[in-house]
Each structure stands twice: as structure tokens, then as C-alpha cells.
């Protein structure tokens, strides 16, 4: 079991940053999966980040490649996702999951256990 909790979101302009984070209850393992999705109003929630704890490999979804990062500081049992270039379709809630005893990552929404309850990103145009 993990608890995660979003924090970071908030309003900016075409072509601003910002750094979302996401606290767990307990260190990432090595055999976990963390991720960060989206969902926007009207459309399925859709992956937008992973980093496999083993060797933190990465994976990004298409329309964030360049643009976003996902980061981790085990010390703080914490994870990150920072956002560059933003774009008014990158507005959406964000949700930080976690899929445990994961032998490898991805981004398909169906495998992750845990989530937390989302953090809002509008951006203007």
C-alpha cells in the first residue's frame, strides 16, 4: 500500500513552467513504477510520465516529449514532475500512481494500483 498526494498545480500563462510534486507514505522500491497522468475535460485520462524504480529508466507520452521531466528524491519519498513550455492542451488535473512489483513500466492507466486525488494545471492562452 502507498498513499500519494499531489501538490503543485496551479494557473500560468502559454510557455510558463512548473514543478509538480507527489509525496508518498513509504520510499519508492526498486520494483515500482511511478507515474504521472492526466485527465482533461471530456477525454480519458492519459499517461503522461514514468520512471521505473530499478534503473529510473524514463517514458514520456508523445505530446510531452521535450517538454516535461520526471524526477524522484527517494530522501523525500518524493516525486516530481516538471513542466516546461506549457501549452493551454497540457490543462488538465494531474495525478500521480504508482504500480508496485512492477517488472518494468509503462503508461497504460489499468496497471497502476495507487493514486492520488489530482492537482489542477490550467494554462492560458
Known amino acids: 500500500q502507498v498513499g500519494l498526494v499531489e501538490s503543485g498545480g496551479d494557473s500560468v500563462q502559454n510557455g510558463g513552467s512548473l514543478r509538480l510534486s507527489c509525496t508518498a507514505s513509504r520510499y519508492f522500491y526498486s520494483t515500482d513504477c511511478i507515474a504521472w497522468f492526466r485527465q482533461a475535460p471530456g477525454k480519458e485520462r492519459e499517461g503522461v510520465a514514468a520512471?521505473?524504480?530499478?534503473?529510473?529508466?524514463?517514458y514520456y507520452g508523445d505530446s510531452v516529449k521535450g517538454r516535461f521531466t520526471i524526477s524522484r528524491d527517494n530522501a523525500k519519498h518524493t516525486a516530481y514532475l516538471q513542466m516546461n513550455s506549457l501549452q493551454p492542451q497540457d490543462t488538465a488535473i494531474y495525478y500521480c500512481a504508482v504500480r508496485s512489483a512492477a517488472p518494468y513500466c509503462n503508461l497504460n492507466r489499468a496497471e497502476y494500483h495507487f493514486w492520488g486525488q489530482g492537482t489542477q494545471v490550467t494554462v492560458a492562452s
Open positions: 520512471l521505473y524504480g530499478g534503473d529510473s529508466s524514463t
